[in-house]
């Protein structure tokens, strides 16, 4: 059986820089303490993780997430402590992508080594917000976009190491495959 990390990885050697489905939103300033509570960060299990992601906010927040392949949320999405438990959980729950106002930093970068899909998109998470709050999500990191409610909203591109890194499902991935022997017998592959 498959990971998360390497389904995403597969999806992404596949050509399918596109993830997205049923969202689920938040507001401003989620802290990284109510992501996944500092008590299970004993784990690195994803799918163990994922069964206490949110879990603060009640068995129905956390049943709706794992219903969800995009998180939506305000301002300030990750902050608190640095924990990359915070993105592996999402993965384990079957999240696809973070799309949000803004990020921590740290948030940001442990997302996109760990395989997750950050994007500070403002006017992609308005427009969820004026067609209700809920509704499918599309987002293409290669190309720089987001649909939602019949629209399309453009976000700064990524460069091409992060997108390197998404598409090998994460950062460590990506560096066993850089550090990996070639046929030719020379170290790292070529993209």
């Given at each position: 059986m498959s990971t998360p990390t390497q389904d995403a990885a597969?999806?992404?050697a596949a050509g399918r820089h596109r993830v997205g489905g049923p969202t689920i939103t938040f507001g401003e300033s989620v802290n990284t303490?109510?992501?996944i509570p500092g008590r299970y960060l004993v784990s690195i299990d994803p799918a163990e993780l994922a069964e206490h992601a949110f879990e603060p906010l009640g068995p129905e927040v956390q049943q709706r997430l794992r219903a969800s392949r995009i998180v939506v949320a305000g301002r300030n999405f990750g902050c608190g402590s640095a924990?990359?438990?915070?993105a592996t959980c999402l993965i384990g729950a079957g999240v696809q992508a973070v799309v949000a106002t803004s990020f921590s930093?740290?948030?940001?970068r442990n997302a996109i080594n760990t395989g997750l899909v950050a994007v500070e998109c403002p006017d992609a998470v308005a427009a969820l917000e004026a067609a209700g709050g809920e509704g499918d999500m599309w987002v293409d990191y290669d190309a720089?976009?987001?649909?939602?409610?019949g629209r399309t909203f453009h976000f700064a591109p990524y460069p091409q190491g992060l997108k390197d890194i998404l598409d090998d499902g994460g950062l460590i991935p990506h560096l066993m495959r850089d550090s990996a022997p070639s046929t030719t017998g020379q170290e790292g592959a070529a993209r």
């Open positions: 597969a999806d992404a303490d109510v992501i924990r990359e438990q915070a930093r740290v948030f940001f720089g976009t987001v649909e939602v409610a």
